[in-house]
């Protein structure tokens, strides 16, 4: 990027609206915290630069829920409920939802079709009086002072507008409008590492019978490929499985580096620009390969999905940072708000590398503190999602859309507690919004019994 600059006028911005809680982002996070507020009875609006929801699990063809289970003591189990069980219900509902499938043989994930999820992401913030609006690119903010955001910049096709709000949430992934705030903030591991990102895809026309379970043989087939010389792969661990239809298949094989080897940076217009297309050259590669294992002969790709893959951007630096440790030694926290079961899973240079707590001995979750969602320095803005304040290793366990739903849902009702009590988030009683989230049906550890199936 040229280093020149030109300067923008000042101009007067229409106002959009005035809420009591905005919600930047339509992922996971944002799909809970939205419906939390408005279910709170907060005047509600999500802004999403897309025309659907579902964040990366549709904008970047995700088509799986991590997170949702845990492995405890051997046992799986459901953990993550509330608003999710609410919007799993109505994938269900539509036919898109597939029953959960083993992960390495010790963790459950659950794919979906992404039309069922942004249909039933509709109908669920609809049934909630969310407002939505579509379209809509955050690209600013207007402080009241050093301490408080008065409005959200956004452009859309009607130009720039702005929306004021008493409460603002970042489910962005990426902290944008946090980082906008003049929050702390980090990226990656602070020495030039960040999750490496994928371009998902999607085979159709498959042979269910022929390609059996395919995805136990693929890894070996890769290999077979590399010894002959016919193939290359831009990294080990793909994860090639079937969705609710078997001729249908999900394919996660691909790896978007820049010239020097280091992760294309998703804050980056130029390394997403690349990624966007190498990740297509190399879906088409890994699809030439898919091509040639049994079942697939007749395969062709059915979705390239609207954007990169990205796993990591900024992590917001809040009041507690959830660590690999605690991910690994399973912690507890006296203001817990939901858990994580998903491992750490380190997207690192040609490879994918999980980590799990110990099986049986340990329970197999952590619990997510309040502190994570509450950004240093900024008073009336909470931080739900990937961009959430974790470490790089403990994001890299907890930035799974269970945890996301979880950490958000306790985002849109902590706004709504703290709108009710006149205070800002930071002051709130945490044992009231433990109270009223398990009333919710949602499991926070603590003194909770666990939650029995699936
Ligand atoms: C390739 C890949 C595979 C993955 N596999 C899995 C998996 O199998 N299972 C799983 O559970 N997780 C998986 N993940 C991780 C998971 O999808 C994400 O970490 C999760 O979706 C994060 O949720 P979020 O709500 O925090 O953010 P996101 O899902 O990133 O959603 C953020 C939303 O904010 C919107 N947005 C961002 N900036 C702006 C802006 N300035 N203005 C307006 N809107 C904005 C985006 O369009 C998006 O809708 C994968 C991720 C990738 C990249």
Not at 121 to 128: G, I, N, V
Not at 245 to 252: A, H, K, P
Not at 268 to 278: A, K, M
Request: aromatic residues 6%.
């Amino acid at each position: 990027m040229s280093s020149k600059t030109i300067e923008e006028p000042a101009r007067h911005i229409p106002l959009y609206g005035e809420y009591e809680v905005t919600v930047l982002g339509g992922g996971p996070a944002g799909i809970a915290a939205s419906v939390a507020a408005a279910r709170a009875g907060r005047r509600t609006l999500l802004v999403e630069r897309y025309g659907f929801l579902g964040g990366m699990g549709t904008a970047a063809g995700v088509t799986n829920f991590c997170g949702l289970h845990a492995n405890v003591h051997g046992e799986m189990r459901r953990l993550v409920r509330g608003v999710a069980s609410d919007l799993l219900g109505r994938i269900d509902r539509l036919g898109g939802l597939n029953a959960p499938h083993l992960v390495l043989g010790k963790i459950l994930a659950q794919a979906y079709d992404t039309a069922a999820y942004k249909i039933a992401a509709d109908d669920l913030l609809a049934a909630h009086k969310v407002d939505i609006l579509f379209h809509a690119l955050g690209a600013g903010v207007v402080m009241h002072d050093e301490r408080r955001i008065n409005a959200l910049l956004i452009e859309t096709k009607a130009g720039r507008q702005a929306v004021r709000s008493d409460i603002f949430i970042d489910c962005s992934g990426d902290g944008d409008l946090a980082a906008w705030a003049g929050a702390p903030f980090e990226v990656g591991d602070n020495e030039g590492h960040l999750l490496y990102p994928s371009m998902m895809f999607r085979l159709n026309g498959i042979d269910p019978d022929k390609a059996g379970e395919a995805w136990r043989t693929i890894p070996s087939l890769m290999e077979q490929a590399v010894a002959a010389g016919t193939h290359r792969f831009p990294r080990k661990g793909a994860i090639v499985r079937p969705q609710k239809s078997q001729i249908e298949w999900r394919v996660n094989f691909t790896q978007l580096k820049r010239d020097d080897g280091s992760a294309i940076n998703g804050l980056e217009p130029d390394d997403l620009t690349r990624g966007e297309i190498e990740g297509r050259r190399q879906a088409i590669n890994a699809f030439e390969f898919l091509r040639t294992v049994p079942g697939f002969e007749k395969s062709y790709i059915v979705d390239l999905p609207p954007q990169l893959g990205i796993r990591e951007t900024r992590r917001i630096t809040g009041g507690y940072s959830l660590s690999g440790e605690d991910v690994l030694g399973c912690a507890s926290f006296a203001d817990s708000i939901g858990v994580n079961g998903w491992p750490i899973e380190a997207h690192v240079a040609g490879d994918v590398i999980f980590e799990f707590p110990p099986i049986p001995e340990s329970r197999g979750f952590n619990e997510l503190p309040y502190r994570m969602l509450l950004p240093q320095g900024i008073d009336n803005l909470l931080v739900a999602g990937r961009c959430a304040s974790m470490t790089h290793e403990g994001q890299s366990a907890a930035r799974v859309s269970g945890a996301c739903f979880a950490m958000g849902e306790a985002a849109g009702l902590a706004a709504a507690l703290s709108l009710s009590g006149n205070m800002i988030p930071r002051q709130i009683a945490v044992d009231k919004l433990q109270q009223m989230l398990k009333q919710q049906g949602a499991f926070i550890g603590r003194d909770q019994a666990v939650p029995e199936g699936l």
